[in-house]
């Protein structure tokens, strides 16, 4: 070294490089200024040699070199790359280092707890193993030359990798379908990660704490659960896989099929993992039930008119399934109670029946082979009107909703209409009192009840035919004549009226008066319904008639002393005729002729006349103002002697056929005499004519 006394201020280091210290000109020199003594120089190569000269620097310059002296630097330290392949060992590796013929490679815990672990090798990596996890290691390596001396070292350090976690328990909530997954920590852990796999899907969480949890996951579902610790070297193998089922999923595909008899067969899909389902029915009156199976149906008792509300649950070890679609069943409305259908009018059925649960909505229906009566409505009674007669209806009240339609089953009645009206077809006169009423109709197993209605009262006559006759009708009488048809299934529409007229009564009453000897008078009670009478007296020798519209009647041209039959035609207004016939009349015997009076002794009379018969017995009467006589010869005598009549008066004498009552005919003529005396005896009978009086 070369050393400049004053002033020295600074000295300048010289190295020459020179490879493997040959006596070759040096590669290159290094220059470094120092202050102070021992000095540095930098940025020198290893394991190369070096020439050092030592000059000193001040303000004045530069002083000459010193003496060169000769020196190697070490060999470098090998650049390590550690990892930790497992948890118990860290692996080693590094490039050559120029000129080193060997290595020297440590590992020690950073916390000085153990022992060291050193190996010499030539190789270039190196595996330590038998280590704790988790655990920082310090490595130190460097390489020697030929001659055995060291090079700079290398120091890292090293964290092996965790230890996978024990003791993995897997907790899962079917609430919310997650899973909380713990586990022992692992020493030297710094994170975990936890992976659920099923099939491609995967799920993972990662954590700095001991537990994990793993959301959504997926119903019916069978996943592997693993954690894996990590840390700065790397991560754990993963634990042994620990099977997670989760809850089985809803059951989809909910049918439900009822029968006849009520009953209610639920049906759903099988899910993957579920062990046995729980079905549940709520009915909307708050009724619950349920079913426990590990099949996929189950049967309910089901009534009409309910809406059910259906859950199916599936169930395993996890819990209980999700709430899957809630299935709505309504079950058919009930059929209607109390059923009535009358028959209130011939061609009008009543139907009637009471409320029913479920029912919106009412459609009676009555149907024949001829067609099909419709009704709806949402009261309970329903009037099905227009129906044809003599039918047989079957008659069905079918309860509607929206959410089910109409209820099929319910039962149904049969009702006949009443029979068909009548048509009267002809009215027949058989007798004075009995009509024939004849009729068209097409009713079966009907009867017929004919009424005459009079202002007198009804008639009546039944038949099962197609015609009736009505007795004892009262004469003179105007009726309406109608007919109807009665069966079991009701009574018809009455046909139309007929009027009918019943010919007049014959008067109860008939009297024939003689007026005169050829002049009757006939005079009767009056007959119903009778405006016009003609009567006739009928005999060998002629007849007499008359017609009035009075109750009596003079008949002339009388014969006297004749046989009669006497009849009578009582005529209505609109020409209906009654022939009455009465007991036979017998005119009085003529009026004798040729009366005369003759005085018979001192104080008797004798009257005479000419019998117009000889079986005829006569009445002779004489009449004055001193006493009336008289007298009846037997039957065949024409004279009758008075004695003891007396004298000085006028007498009226008549001489008339004696009836069978012996009674006395005053239309005979009457003849007046005067009868005087001679002395106190009858003197002279002088005929004074006829008399002039009225003779009724």
């Not at 009907?446 to 008639?459: D, K, N, P, Q, S």
């Not at 109860?508 to 009670?525: A, E, G, R």
């Not at 319904?529 to 007296?537: D, I, V």
């Amino acid at each position: 070294m070369l050393y400049k006394q004053k002033p020295l201020t600074r000295m300048e280091l010289l190295w020459q490089k020179h490879r493997l210290c040959n006596q070759q000109d040096g590669d290159s020199c290094i220059e470094t200024v120092v202050t102070k003594s021992p000095g540095t120089v930098m940025g020198l190569e290893p394991a190369t040699c070096y020439r050092i000269t030592i000059r000193s620097v001040n303000a004045g310059g530069k002083s000459r070199p010193s003496p060169s002296r000769k020196t190697t630097t070490v060999l470098s330290a090998p650049i390590l790359s550690v990892s930790s392949p497992s948890y118990d060992s860290i692996a080693v590796s590094w490039k050559a280092v120029y000129m080193a013929v060997g290595f020297s490679v440590s590992l020690m815990r950073s916390d000085g707890l153990g022992r060291m672990l050193k190996q010499n090798t030539t190789n270039t990596s190196f595996i330590f193993s038998n280590l704790d996890p988790g655990t920082l290691y310090t490595i130190k390596a460097y390489a020697w030359n030929a001659n055995g001396l060291p090079g700079d070292d290398f120091t890292y350090n090293q964290r092996t990798s965790p230890k996978a976690p024990a003791d993995v328990q897997v907790a899962f909530n079917s609430g919310v379908l997650r899973a909380i997954v713990s586990w022992m920590p692992a020493e030297g852990a710094l994170t975990y990660s936890v992976t659920a796999s099923s099939g491609l899907l995967k799920l993972k969480c990662n954590t700095t704490s001991s537990s994990c949890i793993i959301p959504s996951l997926q119903c019916g579902s069978e996943y592997s659960v693993s954690v894996t610790a990590h840390n700065d070297a790397g991560s754990s193998n993963p634990t042994d896989a620990v099977s997670l089922k989760t809850i089985p999923c809803a059951p989809g595909n909910i049918s439900t099929e009822e029968d006849e008899h009520g009953n209610l067969l639920v049906s759903w899909s099988r899910v993957n993992f579920g062990h046995y389902y729980v079905v549940f029915v709520k009915s909307d009156d708050g009724l619950e039930v349920y079913c426990n199976t590990s099949h996929t149906q189950c049967h309910f008792q089901s009534d009409c008119g309910f809406t059910y509300f259906i859950s199916v649950f599936a169930y395993n070890k996890a819990g209980q399934s999700p709430l899957g679609d809630v299935f709505n069943y309504t079950t058919a409305p009930c059929c209607p109670s109390n059923f009535r259908a009358v028959l209130v009018s011939s061609d009008t059925v009543e139907v009637s029946w009471s409320p029913v649960r479920g029912a919106e909505m009412y459609e009676t229906k009555a149907a024949s082979w001829r067609g099909t009566v419709l009704c709806n409505d949402t009261a309970t009674a329903c009037t099905l009107s227009a129906l044809r007669c003599n039918t047989r209806y079957n008659v069905t009240v079918y309860s509607f909703s929206e959410a089910r339609g109409s209820n099929t089953s319910c039962a149904s009645k049969y009702v006949a209409t009443a029979p068909c009206s009548p048509e009267i077809k002809n009215i027949s006169k058989e007798a004075l009192s009995v009509i024939s009423v004849h009729w068209q109709s097409n009713n079966e197993e009907a009867t017929y009840i004919v009424t005459a209605r009079g202002e007198t009262g009804l008639w009546h006559c039944t038949s099962s035919g197609n015609s009736c006759t009505l007795i004892n009708l009262p004469c003179g009488s105007a009726f309406s004549v109608s007919v109807i048809a009665r069966s079991p299934a009701g009574q018809s529409l009455p046909s139309y009226s007929v009027p009918l007229e019943t010919a007049p009564c014959c008067p109860n009453d008939l009297t024939l008066t003689q007026v005169t000897q050829s002049v009757t008078n006939i005079s009767w009670s009056i007959g119903m319904g009778a405006q016009t009478y003609a009567t006739t007296l009928e005999s060998p020798k002629g007849q007499a008639k008359c017609r009035t519209l009075k109750n009596y009647c003079l008949l002339g041209c009388i014969t006297c002393g004749t046989n009669y039959t006497v009849s009578l035609k009582a005529i209505s207004e609109t020409g209906l005729t009654s022939y009455c016939t009465y007991q036979g009349y017998s005119s009085s015997a003529c009026c004798p002729s040729g009366v005369k009076l003759y005085r018979l002794g001192n104080n008797g009379i004798r009257v005479y006349w000419r019998a117009s018969e000889e079986t005829i017995s006569y009445i002779t009467d004489l009449c004055g103002s001193k006493g009336n006589f008289t007298c009846t010869p037997s039957s065949g005598v024409s004279y009758c002697d008075i004695t003891e009549i007396p004298c000085g008066d006028v007498y009226t004498v008549v001489v008339s056929p004696a009836t069978d009552k012996r009674l006395k005919l005053t239309f005979c003529p009457k003849k007046i005499y005067s009868v005087t005396c001679s002395g106190s005896s009858v003197g002279m009978v002088i005929y004074r004519g006829k008399s002039s009086a009225e003779h009724v």
